[in-house]
């Protein structure tokens, strides 16, 4: 299985940037695929996931700026994020093969350790 992310980059709080994970060797199934990410100094946490299903969970604090979205027939997972902000400042991760549920800790949502990840992409927000 690979993840390959693209898509980052720097733009202005207020901007938006679309990231794309490209998707090989894997079978889609109930499980969730996802974005996270890591900012520096700071651990990793989960960003949205969705499944094959298109059911989507989000953290709260990106609820109604970004958009999870996949599209199975070109096999990539899509993070559109809007109106950005500086603390949106982060790696961000694809990652594939995981249960997820709403109700986590800090306005996140529940889930088990991804079996597959991506090697990231930047994503810088400049206010």
């Known amino acids: 299985v690979q993840l390959v992310e693209t898509g980052g980059g720097s733009v202005q709080s207020g901007g938006s940037l679309r990231l794309s994970c490209a998707v090989s060797g894997f079978t889609y199934s109930n499980n969730y695929m996802g974005w996270f990410r890591q900012a520096p100094g700071k651990e990793r946490e989960e960003v949205a996931a969705?499944?094959?299903?298109?059911?989507?969970i989000y953290k709260d604090s990106v609820r109604g700026r970004f958009t999870i979205s996949q599209d199975h027939g070109k096999n990539t997972l899509y993070l559109q994020m809007n109106n950005l902000k500086p603390e949106d400042t982060a790696m961000y991760y694809c990652?594939?093969?995981?249960?997820?549920?709403?109700?986590?800790?800090?306005?996140?949502?529940?889930?088990?350790?991804?079996?597959?990840w991506g090697q990231g992409t930047q994503v810088n927000i400049t206010s």
């Open positions: 990652a594939a093969d995981f249960v997820a549920q709403v109700g986590g800790t800090s306005g996140g949502f529940y889930y088990t350790q991804p079996l597959y």
């Open positions: 969705i499944n094959s299903n298109g059911i989507t």
